[in-house]
């Protein structure tokens, strides 16, 4: 599968979320913007200032009509804690064999996985990438923006 880029639709895919629910993408696909993003590892420094950011405007992205998606390889347990210890009121899924990250073409560099968030609109296609591995926080700001922008 070639990688994805602006323009393209996102493939359906299924993954279980923090609490073990299966999330298929096509359910929220003509209901939502959706705001993927894919991250390094549950409660590390970054990971953690991206998803409390995330959290933190949640209102903004919901008053954008957006749904926010987080994704890294870790288990649903892990998942689970992380939300829990940070009251993330977002969904996150497991992506224990990083099939969907291949899916989508995120970077890994080395044992370290890439950080990426994609923009979706509500027919599936993608309006905007941001990577970047460093600058957690300015996913939100570039995926807010870019919403906003839709409108």
Do not use: W
Not at 92 to 112: A, T
């Amino acid at each position: 599968m070639k990688k994805i880029e602006i323009g393209s639709e996102i493939p359906e895919f299924t993954l279980p979320d923090q609490d073990g629910k299966e999330f298929h993408v096509k359910d929220f696909i003509e209901k939502k913007n959706l705001i993927i993003y894919f991250y390094p590892k549950d409660d590390t420094p970054g990971c953690t200032k991206e998803a409390c950011y995330f959290r933190d405007l949640y209102e903004d992205f919901n008053d954008a009509g957006a749904m926010i998606i987080g994704i890294s390889s870790q288990s649903v347990v892990s998942h689970k804690k992380f939300a829990e210890k940070y009251k993330l009121n977002f969904t996150l899924l497991s992506d224990e064999n990083s099939k969907i990250r291949k899916m989508f073409g995120v970077p890994s560099f080395g044992i370290l996985q890439g950080r990426v968030t994609y923009v979706v609109d509500k027919k599936g296609i993608v309006n905007y990438i941001f990577n970047s591995q460093t600058e957690a926080t300015k996913h939100v700001d570039e995926a807010l923006r870019i919403l906003r922008e839709m409108k």
